[in-house]
């Protein structure tokens, strides 16, 4: 079992940048996905981008070129770095960690981009 917890949401101007942290309850060195997901309202939950042990990353199209994903092993947490962002960026951005057969979830953080 892992429990995540997510920070680092809040409200900036579109253009403006966020980084959100997932912080684990365990290590992580042996969790072979972690991943970023958001949930706008009245749209379904979508991966953002995700990243495996070895340091592979996979993104939206959306996001590709504005966000970068990384995991700190040593520090048992997961970041998404959100740079030039959109209106269309708002949503609850909640964290995975994928632990087979079981998928974990942090409770959310909100960001809202918005001038």
């Known amino acids: 079992q892992v429990q995540l917890v997510e920070s680092g949401g809040g409200l900036v101007q579109p253009g403006g940048s966020l980084r959100l942290s997932c912080a684990a309850s365990?290590?992580?060195?042996?969790?072979?996905?972690m991943g970023w997901y958001r949930q706008a309202p009245g749209k379904q939950r979508e991966l953002v981008a995700d990243?495996?042990?070895?340091?592979?990353?996979n993104y939206a199209d959306s996001v590709k070129g504005r966000f970068t994903i990384s995991r700190d092993n040593a520090k048992n947490t997961m970041y998404l770095q959100m740079n030039s962002l959109k209106p269309e960026d708002t949503a609850v951005y909640y964290c995975?960690?994928?632990?087979?057969?079981?998928?974990?979830w942090g409770q959310g953080t909100q960001v809202t981009v918005s001038s």
């Open positions: 995975n960690a994928q632990l087979f057969p079981v998928a974990y």
């Open positions: 365990r290590s992580i060195f042996s969790i072979y996905v």
């Open positions: 990243i495996r042990s070895g340091g592979r990353t």
